[in-house]
C-alpha cells in the first residue's frame, strides 16, 4: 500500500517538480521542455503559459501555439546548429526559450540575452524575413555581454564618418528598419545606426547569414564595412580562434 502511494505523490508532483527545477535554473516561471538531448548541448525551452520578467515585471511573453513552435524551433535549431558546444560555452549560452509576443516595457523585440543566465529568450512570432538573420544578432548580444572587455565601443565609432554619431539608445531613435541597405554607406541597415552595439550585432548577422561571396564584394566596395567585419573576425577569434563565419 505505501508503495502505491508512493508512487500516486510522484505522479502528482512530477510537473510541478519539473516546471520548479527550470525555474530554479533560469528564473523564467512556466516552461516546459521542448529538447534537451542536441549536438551542442544547447537546451530549449517554450512557455506552457504567459510569463512576466523582471524587478517590475516589464518583460512579458506568451505562449505560442504548437503548430508555430514547430515549425520555428526547426528554424531556430538549423541556425543554432552552426554552433558548437565549445562556441556556445565560450560565450555563456546554454538555454533558449521560445514565446510569442516578447515585450519590454511594451515595447516588442525580436529577443532578450541574458549572459548571467546563460539564456536567450527568442520571440518566434518575430517578422518571417528576418527572423533567421535576427537569431545571429540575438546570439552576438550574449558574446558581446559574456565578453565586454573583448568589444570596445569607442574603437567601433572611429570607423564610421566623423560627422556620425549614434543615437543614445537602440529605443531613442526611429532608426528600427532592418532591411539590407542596397548601397551599405557603412551600415547593413538602418538599425545599425542606432547604437555601436547593435551596428556590430548587424555586422556580426550579416556575416553569419549571407554568402560568403556577397560579403567579400560588400568588403571590396565599402571601406567602412570592411573595417567593421574584420574587427568582428578579429573579436570572435580571440573569443574562439576555431570558428569560421
Known sequence: MNIIRAILLLIFFITPIKANTIYNIIKIPNLEIYEINTKNKLKYFYAATPFRLGIQKNIVCSNPNNKDLEIKYKIIYKNLSRYSYNY???INLKYIVMCENLSISELYTAGIPDNTMKTLILDINFNEDYFERVIHHEVFHVMYLQHKEIFNDEEWIK???P???YAECSTCTSDIGLEK???TKGFFTEYSKSTASEDMAEVY???IYL???EINQIR?????LNNKISYIENKVKQIDNSFTF
Open 88 to 90: 556556445l560555452k565560450k
Open 159 to 161: 570607423f564610421n564618418n
Open 163 to 165: 560627422k556620425f554619431k
Open 181 to 183: 541597405y542596397k548601397s
Open 205 to 207: 548577422s550579416h556575416m
Open 211 to 213: 554568402k560568403k561571396n
Open 220 to 224: 571590396k566596395i565599402d571601406p567602412i
